[in-house]
């Protein structure tokens, strides 16, 4: 990451600014979420894993700036990855990125089950998890402070070749869908 990144991902991770860029970019200007409703998130994934192009890495993958919403009884993160270039790979990025989230959610719900032991055999014990268990949900803002409009794939289905494929197996076809929010837009 650059100079000019790490300085805008230091500022964005104030909890001040973080509410203003989520009130302004997901809800339109209304002032929806309070700073205070916002808590630490862990953005480093690490540990031994297979990347999307097969290889098997080891070493940390970071989120530019994430944040735990906390409502009543319900939670969501937040996260913004800050781009001032157009990445041809960005849906699959943040994809990515959300994956090691709910894998990690998961991970650590499967050992807690084992702690607790309270997984019964069959379902629960292949999933390590109950039926009735629900992960943190995660919501990716892919914030583009470069010149111009983002032109990139704004989804997974953008970067394949759907070109001839019939309409129902088009539909069938995996896809991510990114949430970009462009500078030049914002008042």
């Given at each position: 990451?650059?100079?000019?990144?790490?300085?805008?991902?230091?500022?964005?991770?104030?909890a001040?600014i973080?509410a203003?860029?989520c009130?302004?970019?997901?809800?339109?200007g209304?002032?929806v979420i309070?700073?205070q409703?916002?808590?630490?998130?862990?953005?480093?994934?690490?540990?031994?894993?297979?990347?999307?192009e097969?290889?098997?890495?080891?070493?940390?993958?970071?989120?530019?700036?994430?944040?735990?919403?906390?409502?009543?009884?319900?939670?969501?993160?937040?996260?913004?990855?800050?781009?001032?270039r157009m990445?041809?790979?960005?849906?699959?990025?943040c994809?990515?990125?959300?994956?090691?989230?709910i894998?990690?959610?998961?991970?650590?719900?499967?050992?807690?089950?084992?702690?607790?032991g309270?997984?019964?055999?069959g379902?629960?014990?292949?999933?390590?998890?109950?039926?009735t268990?629900?992960?943190i949900?995660?919501?990716?803002?892919?914030f583009?402070?470069?010149k111009?409009?983002w032109?990139?794939?704004?989804?997974l289905?953008?970067m394949?070749d759907m070109?001839?494929?019939?309409?129902?197996?088009e539909?069938?076809?995996?896809n991510?869908?990114?949430?970009?929010?462009?500078?030049?837009?914002?008042?």
């Amino acid at each position: 990451m650059g100079r000019k990144s790490d300085e805008l991902c230091w500022y964005l991770n104030k909890a001040e600014i973080f509410a203003d860029f989520c009130n302004g970019s997901i809800y339109g200007g209304r002032a929806v979420i309070a700073p205070q409703e916002l808590a630490e998130a862990q953005k480093h994934y690490s540990g031994n894993r297979k990347r999307w192009e097969g290889k098997r890495i080891s070493g940390s993958r970071s989120r530019d700036v994430i944040k735990l919403l906390c409502r009543k009884d319900h939670f969501i993160k937040i996260a913004v990855e800050n781009q001032d270039r157009m990445n041809y790979c960005m849906p699959l990025r943040c994809g990515e990125y959300d994956l090691l989230e709910i894998s990690r959610q998961v991970r650590r719900l499967r050992e807690q089950r084992k702690r607790e032991g309270t997984l019964k055999g069959g379902e629960e014990y292949l999933s390590g998890m109950k039926e009735t268990d629900r992960l943190i949900p995660i919501v990716t803002v892919v914030f583009f402070h470069g010149k111009g409009k983002w032109t990139a794939a704004r989804q997974l289905q953008d970067m394949l070749d759907m070109e001839g494929m019939d309409r129902e197996l088009e539909r069938l076809a995996a896809n991510y869908q990114m949430n970009v929010v462009c500078l030049e837009d914002l008042n």
